[in-house]
């Protein structure tokens, strides 16, 4: 895996959080279920924030354990790959 600046993953990570926080705000979950460009595009969001953690090197991500780095890496694959077994209410 190709070295990256961790300034520009950190900036992805952030764009991708704005942008879900913005998508969703005032938004219900039936809301969620219901609009098919809202909930890809969340789903979309997430896939761009698991990939980018894949990039930051491990000695930061120790510095926050509280934060469940493997299921954030993992999600990507899930939405990807078995998009059809995902719930709306946990995403």
């Known amino acids: 895996m190709a070295v990256r600046r961790i300034e520009p993953i950190l900036a992805e990570i952030m764009a991708a959080l704005d942008g879900i926080s913005t998508a969703t705000t005032g938004k219900t979950l039936d809301d969620f279920r219901d609009d098919w460009l809202l909930r890809h ?5 997430i896939e761009i924030i ?6 930051i090197p491990d000695d930061l991500l120790a510095l926050a ?11 990507g694959n899930v939405l990807r790959h078995e998009y059809h077994k995902t719930s709306d209410a946990i995403v």
Do not use: L, M, N
């Open 41 to 45: 595009g969340v789903e979309r969001g």
């Open 50 to 55: 698991s990939e980018a953690t894949r990039h």
């Open 65 to 75: 354990p509280e934060i469940p780095w493997k299921q954030i890496r993992g999600i």
